[in-house]
T-cell receptor, first 114, second 113 residues
Framework: EPEVTQTPSHQVTQMGQEVILRCVPISNHLYFYWYRQILGQKVEFLVSFYNNEISEKSEIFDDQFSVERPDGSNFTLKIRSTKLEDSAMYFC????????????FGPGTRLTVT | DQQVKQNSPSLSVQEGRISILNCDYTNSMFDYFLWYKKYPAEGPTFLISISSIKDKNEDGRFTVFLNKSAKHLSLHIVPSQPGDSAVYFCAAKLRFGNEKLTFGTGTRLTIIP
């Protein structure tokens, strides 16, 4: 069964460093998303991406964040200068464009900023 | 932002019995509702969904009920199995289409053998 994959599973970085989280969405999906979950809190929407551009973003998704689909399979989230409060699980998700509204999530990347 | 609320952080149910997980929402513009299941160190897994034009949707052991006037939905699992032990998230979408999901805080379900 097709699934969303994410790498790395765990990333440790120092405050102020840049990180890139990678995702491979399900191959025939056209909508892509990033969410995050800070420990003990709810899953929060960051950004949605369709047709090579951002379709919606949350207040969390400020100028330090960017997304890119560099090729036909990968979808990346970049944090330019990480802060301690960026420590969280980051989930990538994708969905079809055929009227199905379910989003399918990857296993997540645990980002730890020290 | 508490647009989607799951007021029970945890629930324990005997194996074979019915598990009922509840979710309330405040935004009347939500049109589509989903339930996800999450194991530790894994991403949320889609379980079942319901659109606002229905009041019930069933898939095997899982049934979701929607009460629009009360802005309330529930997930019924029957019979409950040990593998159902996980955190369950309710999520909602503002309108039909591929829009963002707004999640509740989750309910940890433990099935007691």
């Amino acid at each position: 069964e097709p699934e969303v994959t994410q790498t790395p599973s765990h990333q440790v970085t120092q405050m102020g460093q840049e990180v890139i989280l990678r995702c491979v969405p399900i191959s025939n999906h056209l909508y892509f998303y990033w969410y995050r979950q800070i420990l003990g809190q709810k899953v929060e929407f960051l950004v949605s991406f369709y047709n090579n551009e951002i379709s919606e973003k949350s207040e969390i998704f400020d100028d330090q964040f960017s997304v890119e689909r560099p090729d036909g399979s990968n979808f990346t989230l970049k944090i330019r200068s990480t802060k301690l409060e960026d420590s969280a699980m980051y989930f990538c998700a994708s969905s079809e464009d055929n009227g199905a509204y379910e989003q399918y999530f990857g296993p997540g990347t645990r980002l730890t900023v020290t | 932002d508490q647009q989607v609320k799951q007021n029970s952080p945890s629930l324990s149910v005997q194996e074979g019995r019915i598990s009922i997980l509840n979710c309330d929402y405040t935004n009347s513009m939500f049109d589509y509702f989903l339930w996800y299941k999450k194991y530790p160190a894994e991403g949320p897994t889609f379980l079942i969904s319901i659109s606002s034009i229905k009041d019930k949707n069933e898939d095997g052991r899982f049934t979701v009920f929607l009460n629009k006037s009360a802005k309330h939905l529930s997930l019924h699992i029957v019979p409950s199995q040990p593998g159902d032990s996980a955190v369950y998230f309710c999520a909602a979408k503002l309108r039909f289409g591929n829009e963002k999901l707004t999640f509740g805080t989750g309910t940890r379900l433990t099935i007691i053998p």
